[in-house]
Every structure is written in C-alpha cells, then in structure tokens.
C-alpha cells in the first residue's frame, strides 16, 4: 500500500501562494491521489482529487508529474481561514467496485500569518 | 446537503466496558469508513465496509469489530475498552472506489 511523506508543518502570510508537496514513491497503477483539510475539532473536508497532470477547482489545483510519485497541492492567495491540517490521500481502486484501502499521512499544518 | 452524523461528540467509559459508536450517514452510499486519529499519527484506518454485511480491516483492526446491518448506518464496537483506544474517532462515507469521503464531526472518547 502506498505511502504518503509531507512536510510536518508550514508558515505563510496572507495573499501567498502556498505549495504543499506529496511524496507517495510506491503508489500504484489505479490509484488517485486526493487532499483534504481538517480544521480543529471537525471531520476532514475533500479538497480535490486527481490522477495525472493537473487538475484545478474553485479552491485549489493538483499537479501531478508523469511518474506520479509526487503531487502538489497549491493554494492560491491564502486567507487565515485557511490556517488548518492538510492531507495528501492515495489509494481507491478507479472503476473498482469496492473501494480500496486509503491511507492518510500524517498531515501537514499550514499556519497562515497576518 | 450530505450529511453523516455520529451519535456523540463527547464520550467517557471505563476501563472494561463494551463501547459502541454509531454512525449515520443519508447520501444512500455504498462505502462506509471507521478511523481513529492521534496526535501526531494521522488518521489511522479502523474498519471499513463497502456493501451490508460486508467488512475489511483497515490497518489497525485489533481490539475493534464493526457492524453494518443496514446501509446507513455503520456501527464500531470495543468489546472492552482499554486506556489506549482513548481517541478521536471518524466515521466518513463514500459513493464508490477512490471517491470523495464524506466525514462526521468525529467522537472524542476517553477511557479512564
């Protein structure tokens, strides 16, 4: 089962744009690669799912290189609502009809600074 | 508007007692989830199921059992609760393979 690495914890200011950057070195074929947010005291909130090259919504977009063995998660112009833990997700079998195990790594807390 | 709901927020037992978490969810989905989260470690997959009846182990299954009788609802049970499965809990749901998981606002249970 693949893996996840992220860094523990980053700082930015408000307005920038942040990068927060997946390792997943094992991750197989038919996995996606998914990110969430987690505020204190609240479940887990989906972000944004992709498989390969890049993929944007109204919150975010997801790069993946051609060898999928990482991925960044960019947040565009941050505000200090978006001060929380941040989850890079890999795993779920596409076009399977069970789902697959998905593993969760330890997160990465982004603190957005005045 | 999706909802899964958990039957407490807040939940204190002893060391000993049968414990069960009660998860509900009202989006008709196939793929229930049970975590634990820990500081520190993440969140840690419990149990999951993907149809009534049916069940798998997630990475840490030892001293869990779970129950899915009815497609709503998706049961976590501590046959006997034990100071180290003092915890937040998650119950999330799923309409099918490496969808979008729908989470609940977490159980934080204490065993004293």
């Known amino acids: 089962l693949a893996k996840t690495t992220q860094p523990i914890s980053m700082d930015s200011y408000e307005g920038q744009e942040v990068n927060i950057t997946c390792s997943h070195n094992n991750i197989a074929t038919n996995d996606y690669i998914t990110w969430y947010q987690q505020f204190p005291s609240q479940g887990p909130r989906f972000i944004i799912q992709g498989y390969k090259t890049k993929v944007t919504n109204e919150v975010a977009s997801l790069f993946i290189p051609a060898d999928r063995k990482s991925s960044t998660l960019s947040l565009p112009r941050v505000s200090l609502s978006d001060t929380a833990m941040y989850y890079c997700l890999v795993g779920g079998e596409e076009g399977s009809s069970n789902t697959g195990k998905l593993i969760f790594g330890q997160g990465t807390t982004l603190q957005v600074k005045p | 508007d999706v909802k899964v709901t958990q039957s407490s927020r807040y939940l204190v037992k002893r060391t000993g007692e049968k414990v069960f978490l009660e998860c509900v969810q009202d989006?008709?989905?196939?793929?229930m989830f049970w975590y634990r989260q820990d500081p520190g470690l993440g969140l840690r997959l419990i149990y999951f199921s993907y149809d009534v009846k049916m069940k798998e182990k997630g990475d840490i299954p030892e001293g869990y059992s779970v129950s899915r009788e009815k497609k709503e609802r998706f049961s976590l049970i501590l046959e006997s609760a034990s100071t180290n499965q003092t915890s937040m809990y998650l119950c999330a749901s799923s309409s099918g393979s490496g969808n979008e998981q729908f989470f609940g606002p977490g159980t934080r249970l204490t065993v004293l």
């Open positions: 989006m008709d989905h196939e793929n």
